[in-house]
Structure formats: C-alpha cells, structure tokens
Nanobody
Framework: QVQLVESGGGLVQAGGSLRLSCAASTLIFKFYGMGWFRQAPGKEREFVAAIGRSGANTDYADSVKGRFTISRDNAKNTVYLQMNSLKPEDTANYYC?????????????????????WGQGTQVTVSS
C-alpha cells in the first residue's frame, strides 16, 4: 500500500503563489508516475498536471499551462506543484495521485482511472 500526504495548501490572493508537496511512503517511488488533480465544490474532479518516472516528461491542463509547474525529487519520495499567478478559478481541493509505471509501460497519464493511489487532498483558496 502506498500512502500519499499532501501539504502546502492555504489562502492566497489572486496573482500570488503556492507550492504544494506530496510525500509518498513507497520505497520504489521512482517507478510511479505522479499526478495532481483538483475538485471544487459542486464540480467534477479535473486533471491538473502529471509527471513521469524520471521527471523528464510532464503534462498540464490547458487551464494551468504556463502558470503551474510539476516536479519531483525521487531521493525525497516527493512530488511538487508550484502554482504561480493564481486565479480565483484555481480554488479547489488538490489531490496527489500515484500511477504504477514500470519501465516497459506508460509513464504518464491525465486520466483519473489510470492512478492507483490517492492522497486526502489539501485545500487551496484564492481570493480576488
């Protein structure tokens, strides 16, 4: 079982920045692709960003492209989401997810169903 714990959420003014972290328990963290998803009240959960095993490959939702950056530190078993130029529309609960990705298979995905483990979420609120 893989445990994922998000942190770094909070309240920020529009135009500000936050850095989310997701710490994973697994000792084979480097064999998991990682993703960030978000869900606002009354809305569907949506893809935000994903990163492959080594960190070389990334993918972003159009709504955050150019503003958010996903990265990972395999030595620390941690994935990050740097969020800049935040907008009120970014307000949501942000979830970290892990996708088993052996070297022979896909390393990255923007599909919720492809992820095997999920964190509890961390709230991000952006005020006008």
């Amino acid at each position: 079982q893989v445990q994922l714990v998000e942190s770094g959420g909070g309240l920020v003014q529009a135009g500000g920045s936050l850095r989310l972290s997701c710490a994973a328990s697994t000792l084979i963290f480097k064999f998991y692709g990682m993703g960030w998803f978000r869900q606002a009240p009354g809305k569907e959960r949506e893809f935000v960003a994903a990163i492959g095993r080594s960190g070389a490959n990334t993918d972003y939702a159009d709504s955050v492209k150019g503003r958010f950056t996903i990265s990972r530190d395999n030595a620390k078993n941690t994935v990050y989401l740097q969020m800049n130029s935040l907008k009120p529309e970014d307000t949501a609960n942000y979830y970290c997810a892990a996708k088993w990705a052996p070297i022979t298979g896909p390393t990255i995905s923007n599909m919720t169903r492809d992820y095997d483990y999920w964190g509890q979420g961390t709230q991000v609120t952006v005020s006008s």
